[in-house]
């Protein structure tokens, strides 16, 4: 079934001001494909990620998820289908507590109460957050935010997880876990980050954003080995495939 | 600025919290009727920024001394008149709850105060009137002074309305008018120029804001005549408590003057100072106990000296030593009970 | 003034209280709201020159804080930061009431000074029942007290986001108040341009907070209505506890407690 397609064709994005942030990109992702969309700062990439569940419209070009084009009508469906985890995860958890955040969503789908709280259950244990349930959100630490927000959007049973920056501000324990619980998922996953090693180890394929154009899509391994791009687009080579500082070694 | 409970009578408090509670809800409909729901979490993050702009100080030109934004007229010139006041009503309830600022009874006496005077008379009939849609920077700062002192000027002078018809405080009406107002009018002109700063500081940074909050709140939109009766209705409610409060006592208005004047004449009378008292003294020979007449309900012990003629000091003393003795046991009970049931909590667990 | 930082540390604490487990906490808040709002009527339906019947309702602040477990010393503490404002406030009366009342000793005590002390017995009494309403019952509860008792959910959903973004944005405005401190040399605070900017960033920062908030809200099929559960319900318990204490409020209202217990006390030792 090809259901769980994120297809953008042509997509260009013009701000209210006058500047282009995104110029004719084009790329197609898969059933179950993980995908990292990597670039320097102001590349576009949150420009991208708003427009695949609908928060902006293309100026001009098409995104299709799944089996709909993107449009008015079918927003509602998309954004569902289109779970959208974001950098702030205070931005994210706006209710009083972790159950009604994570309540927020199968509410508004108009489940059933016993459902909803099933459903809250479920999600929250997959993330390893049950004990937060009663929790206010500003009790809890950075990376316990960062799994309940994951949560929220798990709880819509979305086909599509868009990720923006999910390992930013977190320790390094808080990371690894992260990690460990998104390898697990097995959404078709979209990631924007400036963490290059957890786009190594996370995603195979990457699409490299550059001032609004796709430069380069590709195997993530055969991208982080063309020093010659990274350069030109402001990046460079994960840490662990770089030679180590110490003994000398190279990879 | 703010009330506080302690300064309140109920009569009052009920009142202004009837007040407060019926424009929240008008507001919260009209709110509700403008189906913007990008407004939901920006009047909550608003209110949350008002609460941390608060916090942080500046330097009032001249003066050395520092003050801080109010954030009346700033909300209601980037939200609209309902949702502003519905914004402020909910920071004062939280000030309230969590740092004592006021008091739960004296809540609708401020949320009237602090909220309805800049959303619903300062920003629409001053602000919007001198303003208008592209303002220059002076029309602009201009607009704000004058917005935010009207605004604060007659939010004093409700809370000079309060607390005088309250009878807690001993102060006069005609010195509690002369203390709050000038401090506002100086407070108002420094609110003025901070949200004038700000707005135009927003306006050249990101222009939409300001617009978007002009357009959606266009004066065509704004049923003045909604404003004008609920304000009209408000008036009159507070007019009512005031009268029917006053007419406990033997005279309405008179009990209001005596309020000001009488409180001079006790002064007066040790100090001699003040020539109009002797053509008080009569109506003092009138009243020798009003101070005390106003809610001296037989009912209570407080009548034992309220009621009692001057020379009773004796027996005034009596039943004071008696109280003070009774407090002090009441007192030492109380923390006592309090004590054994946390130990018996203690131990439970 | 307050610190930012302190304002925020002590907002977090008496919150945290909330989450206590005690049979009060376990109460529903509409119980405990409208108790509180009887208490504070009562306590301020005295005229002003009551003084020592208003001890008597130390009792309920007391055996609340008692069995709700509040540290005693937090909630004095708290309590005792407004208590200068009403001695302030308080202070004039003596100053226009000079009635006087009796001798005690040497001195003449005047009208004034009583009301000056009911003033501050008042505050006292009405601040500590707030907060320890506050502490027992929790800020999301009593807002759902609030609501269940009549308020329209366009303003309780308010209090919730005011208060959600509370923590959030004062640490956020500590932070650029702390870096315009560092940069202004000692000097307290500054001018009123640098104020302006400095506000109007935040302004700005907030701003596209609310966007981003309510787009998160829109990703989860966000309508417009809030949905929530009913967490507990008014049975016997609530009702005899909202009678009891306004009952015990009432008579202590009428009858002045402390001046019987003294004379009681007075007559058996003479």
């Known amino acids: ?251 | ?349 | 003034m307050r610190s930012i930082d302190g304002a925020v540390l002590d907002l977090k604490r008496l919150d945290l209280l909330a989450t206590g487990d005690s049979a009060i906490h376990r109460l529903d808040a509409r119980a405990k709201v409208l108790t509180t709002l009887v208490f504070i009527v009562t306590v301020v339906s005295f005229n002003r020159y009551e003084f020592t019947a208003l001890f008597p309702f130390f009792i309920y602040p007391v055996v609340i804080a008692s069995l709700g477990n509040l540290p005693a010393g937090y909630i004095v503490r708290k309590i005792s930061m407004v208590v200068p404002f009403a001695f302030v406030v308080g202070m004039l009366n003596p100053l226009f009431d000079r009635e006087l009342f009796f001798h005690l000793g040497p001195f003449a005590v005047t009208g004034g000074w009583i009301s000056c002390a009911s003033i501050i017995i008042r505050t006292v009494l009405t601040v500590g029942a707030a907060f320890i309403l506050v502490a027992v019952t929790g800020f999301l509860s009593v807002c759902q007290a609030l609501e269940r008792l009549g308020t329209p959910r366009t303003f309780t959903v308010q209090l919730l986001f005011l208060y959600r973004y509370i923590f959030v944005l004062t640490e956020e405005g500590a932070r650029a108040s702390r870096a315009r401190e560092l940069r202004s040399c000692g000097r307290k605070g500054l001018g009123l341009a640098s104020f302006g900017s400095l506000i109007g960033h935040l302004l700005i920062r907030t701003w596209l907070r609310a966007e981003r908030i309510h787009m998160a809200m829109l990703a989860r099929g966000f309508t417009g209505e809030f949905h929530s559960r009913q967490v507990s319900g008014f049975g016997w318990g609530e009702l005899f506890y909202l009678v009891g204490w306004s009952t015990l409020f009432v008579t202590l209202r009428m009858e002045n407690a402390a001046q019987w217990l003294g004379r009681l006390v007075m007559g058996l030792l003479s």
């Open chain 2, 1 to 349: 600025m703010h009330m506080a409970d302690a300064l309140l009578s109920p009569a009052v408090g009920g009142t202004m919290w009837g007040v407060a509670a019926g424009t929240i809800a008008y507001s919260s409909m009209k709110v509700k009727k403008e189906l913007d729901d990008r407004k939901v979490p920006l009047m909550g993050v608003l209110g949350a920024f008002i609460f941390a702009a608060q916090m942080i100080n500046f330097t009032i030109p001249a003066t050395g001394s520092s003050g801080h934004l109010g954030g009346g007229l700033l909300l209601t010139i980037l939200l609209g008149p309902y949702a502003a006041f519905l914004t402020i009503a909910s920071v004062l309830v939280v000030q309230s709850l969590f740092f004592a600022d006021g008091g739960i009874l004296a809540l609708g006496c401020n949320i009237f105060n602090l909220g309805f005077f800049p959303a619903f008379i300062a920003y629409p009939f001053i602000y919007r009137r001198i303003a208008g849609n592209e303002p220059s920077k002076a029309r602009l700062t201009a607009a704000a002074i004058i917005a935010a002192v009207v605004g604060l000027q007659l939010g004093a002078f409700s809370v000079v309305l309060e607390t005088v018809a309250s009878g807690i405080s001993s102060l006069p009406f005609s010195t509690f008018v002369v203390l709050m107002q000038p401090i506002h009018l100086a407070i108002g002109v420094v609110e003025g120029l901070v949200t004038a700063a700000v707005v135009s500081f927003v306006s050249v940074a990101r222009p939409e804001i300001i617009r978007g909050a002009t357009e959606s709140v266009s004066l065509g939109s704004l049923p003045l005549r909604n404003v004008f009766l609920s304000f009209l209705a408000a008036t009159l409610l507070t007019g009512g408590i005031v009268s029917w409060f006053a007419s406990e006592n033997p005279d309405g208005l008179e009990w209001a003057i005596a309020k000001v004047t009488g409180s001079g004449e006790v002064t007066g009378a040790e100090d001699g100072v003040h020539g109009m008292l002797a053509a008080l003294q009569e109506k003092i020979a009138f009243l020798p106990d009003y101070s005390f007449k106003e809610n001296a309900a037989p009912a209570e012990e407080g009548v034992a000296y309220a009621g009692e003629a001057k020379g009773d000091e004796a027996a005034r003393l009596g039943t004071s030593v008696a109280g003070g003795v009774g407090a002090l046991i009441c007192l030492t009970l109380a923390f006592f009970i309090g004590f054994v049931l946390k130990r018996r909590l203690v131990s439970e667990k």
């Open chain 1, 1 to 251: 079934m090809s259901h769980h397609i994120v297809e953008v064709k042509h997509l260009q994005h013009i701000y209210a001001d006058g500047t282009v942030a995104l110029q004719d990109v084009n790329f197609t992702i898969h059933h179950g494909e993980s995908v990292a969309i990597i670039g320097a700062n102001g590349a576009g990439k949150s420009t991208l990620l708003l427009h695949l569940n609908g928060y902006l419209t293309p100026t001009a070009g098409e995104i299709r998820i799944g089996d709909f084009p993107l449009t008015k009508k079918t927003l509602p469906e998309i954004r569902r289908t289109v779970g959208m985890v974001f950098q702030d995860a205070d931005d994210q958890l706006f209710m009083p507590t972790v159950f009604d955040d994570v309540a927020f969503g199968p509410f508004n789908l108009g489940l059933p109460v016993d459902e909803v709280k099933q459903r809250v259950k479920d999600v929250l244990e997959q993330v390893g957050a049950a004990h937060l349930q009663e929790k206010p959100p500003y009790h809890l630490s950075g990376g316990e935010k960062k799994r309940v927000a994951i949560a929220t959007v798990l709880s819509m049973s979305p086909d599509i997880l868009v990720m923006d920056e999910p390992t930013s501000g977190l320790d390094p324990y808080a990371r690894r876990q992260l990690l460990g619980l998104l390898r697990d998922f097995r959404h078709t996953r979209i990631f924007t980050s400036h963490d290059l090693d957890m786009v190594l180890e996370l995603c195979e394929r990457t699409i490299v954003l550059h001032r609004g154009t796709v430069k380069a899509d590709g195997p993530t391994l055969e991208i982080f080995g063309d020093e010659a791009l990274l350069a030109e687009c402001r990046l460079e080579k994960p840490l662990s495939m770089q030679g180590c500082p110490v003994c000398g070694r190279g990879k």
